[in-house]
């Protein structure tokens, strides 16, 4: 009998680990992308949301000086009743032009109601559009200051 010794036999698990490795760097990359996708979509909505409070908070602005145009107009011209302000963009320092109907409406023998409607964006797909309202009492001929 010859007395060979035969090696160990060594068990290589080289290919199997390789495939693994690729799995968890798939898995990683694809979790990373929908992460990304999701953090990327906030911040667009978050964009958008921004955007339309400041179309919003000019539109307040806008309606709250056409209320005070409509009085001024009405002290002015008593005969006035509405007129459709358009305000330009160079005017707003902005890129945006707006629209103010304002109007000035006699509800009875001792009050005129005022309204302002802005919109801003004029005639754009998303626009805010806000609506002030104020009521005053006309005095009477002979208790004026």
């Known amino acids: 009998m010859s007395s060979r010794r035969t090696a160990p036999r060594r068990i290589h698990h080289r290919p199997h680990r390789r495939g693994v490795v690729l799995i968890v760097v798939i898995v990683t990359i694809s979790i990373s992308l929908t992460l990304f996708g999701l953090w990327a979509r906030n911040i667009v909505k978050e964009h958008q949301r921004f955007a339309y409070q400041q179309f919003r908070l000019q539109a307040v602005r806008l309606a709250e000086a056409g ?3 409509a009085i001024a107009r009405r002290v002015a011209d008593p005969q006035f ?5 358009a305000v330009s963009a160079d005017h707003l320092g902005g890129k945006h032009a707006a ?3 304002i109007r000035a409406v006699p509800n009875d023998a001792s009050a005129v ?3 302002a409607t802005a919109e801003y964006p004029a005639d754009a797909v998303r626009q ?3 609506t002030r309202q104020i009521e005053m009492s ?3 001929s002979g208790s004026e200051l």
């Open 67 to 69: 209320v005070r145009r």
């Open 81 to 85: 009743e509405q007129e459709a302000w």
């Open 99 to 101: 629209k103010v109907q």
């Open 113 to 115: 109601g005022y309204e």
């Open 128 to 130: 805010a559009r806000v």
């Open 138 to 140: 006309i005095p009477r």
